[in-house]
């Protein structure tokens, strides 16, 4: 039995608003900003993106770009100040939506949570404990900020163990480990990796992997999305996720449940609550490494195509401080959003889509060019692309053969 999203029954759009004449400064401009950065401009809005990298594709589409670090949250606040924006939306990026919050405080701006919750849900650290407290299950883990400290953890946990930093996601500085030697590499890199002096150490938890996004509304779940994922050569970094999710009804009541105690617990803003989370050998959801901005690689448009709710728009709604809607019609697809990855390093030579593929595409971005360099391929992403069925079972085996079916040319 699937789970099909329970917060389906009014007509989608009753009593929306529409952002108009507003100066937005959007906290990123990459590919994963662009829905974002679409939606903006479709309601009649000057948007303004900002970031270090001058080759993103989303400030090609900005009204204008600023080049800047994105992470540093004074100069978000003083571009903010200088641009005088009527909203700031965060990025794709934990360190982006830190920057937004706090430039949002600081301007008396709505839409987003207070400086400190925005960390305290970020920072996998804070975020166990407060989990932890209010009787959520998620993975027995410590904070090591000491190399003597990792040790005596790996005589308090079973083997194997995960090794992260707190602050990072997309995988970064992730290893299991299997020896207390291993633990004590991986700390040490994490280390070098993070911003923060801690390290988190914990349990490796057995289950299906998969991912969540709703809406909140007065710390309540007004949508929820569901998901399943896909890993390709990196088992901490998603190249793809699909809808339905392969997860029971009770399960995804849990999981919502859970959200809305964290709601209520931080007093939440209104808006995006994304998070992922392994179902356990029970049935169970063990919910892991939350955040309250949209997640990359064009996710939210998966959203949009498996349930027809304007997701990008609506993220955007409440980043901008206008009223989160209190229901939505949904309207079903089977949808995929896989990322095109390789498993070797090289020079790109071309990108082979088979048939099979190409017949159900709905959407697709490729940016990987003939000539470019592959530098590290657990990493590498040339392109995104959706695809649909009319028989779930169809898609999952298209979504188990992805990586045959569509592959990258390396020299």
């Known amino acids: 039995m699937f789970f099909y999203c329970i917060m389906c029954i009014e007509l989608y759009g009753k009593g929306m608003v529409k952002i108009t004449g507003k100066r937005i400064l ?4 990459s590919h994963a900003e662009l829905p974002l950065i679409e939606a903006a401009k479709r309601q009649g ?9 001058t080759d993103g594709i989303g400030h090609k589409m900005a009204d204008r770009y600023i080049p800047g670090d994105f992470s540093d949250k004074e100069f978000i606040l003083q571009l903010a100040r200088q641009e005088k ?7 794709c990026n934990d360190f982006s939506y830190l920057s937004t919050a706090y430039a949002c405080e600081q301007l008396g701006l709505p839409g987003h949570d207070t400086y400190e919750t925005a960390r305290l849900v970020h920072h996998k650290d804070c975020f166990r404990d407060l989990t932890r407290s209010l009787g959520i299950k998620t993975p027995l883990a410590y904070t090591c900020s000491e190399r003597q400290e990792v040790v005596g953890v790996c005589d308090r946990l079973t083997f194997p163990v995960v090794v992260k930093p707190t602050d990072l996601t997309g995988g970064k500085g992730v290893v299991v480990c299997r020896t207390k030697t291993e ?3 991986a700390y040490e890199n994490a280390k070098k990796v993070t911003r923060e002096p801690k390290v988190i150490v914990e349990e490796y938890v057995e289950g299906s992997n998969h991912g969540a996004s709703v809406i909140l509304k007065n710390q309540k779940v007004v949508f929820g999305f569901c998901d399943k994922e896909q890993y390709y050569k990196n088992h901490y970094l998603v190249s793809g996720a699909c809808f339905p999710p392969d997860v029971y009804y009770c399960t995804m009541v849990q999981l919502f449940s859970d959200i809305e105690k964290v709601a209520d617990k931080l007093q939440l803003a209104d808006g995006i609550f994304h998070t992922q989370f392994i179902v356990d050998r029970d049935g169970m959801p063990v919910m ?3 955040c309250r901005r949209a997640p990359g690689d064009l996710y939210i448009l998966l959203v949009k195509y498996s349930t027809g709710v304007d997701y990008p728009l609506e993220i955007l709604k409440a980043e901008c401080g206008e009223e989160v809607n209190e229901s939505y019609a949904i309207h079903y697809r089977n949808v995929a959003r896989e990322c095109i990855m390789t498993d070797q390093n090289g020079i790109l030579e071309n990108i082979q889509i088979a048939k099979e593929i190409r017949e159900c595409l709905i959407d697709q971005l490729i940016w990987g060019k003939k000539g470019d360099p592959v530098c590290d391929y657990m990493k590498y992403k ?4 959706f695809f649909e069925c009319d028989d ?3 898609l999952y085996d298209l979504v188990d053969r992805f990586h045959h079916l569509v592959t990258i040319e390396v020299d």
């Open 288 to 290: 892991i490494d939350p």
């Open 85 to 91: 924006v009527d909203a700031v939306v965060s990025g």
């Open 45 to 53: 809005n000057v948007v303004i993106t900002t970031g270090n990298n």
């Open 392 to 394: 779930y079972r169809n």
């Open 183 to 185: 633990v004590l590499s």
């Open 26 to 29: 959007i906290a990123g401009g």
């Open 382 to 385: 040339a392109g995104i692309l």
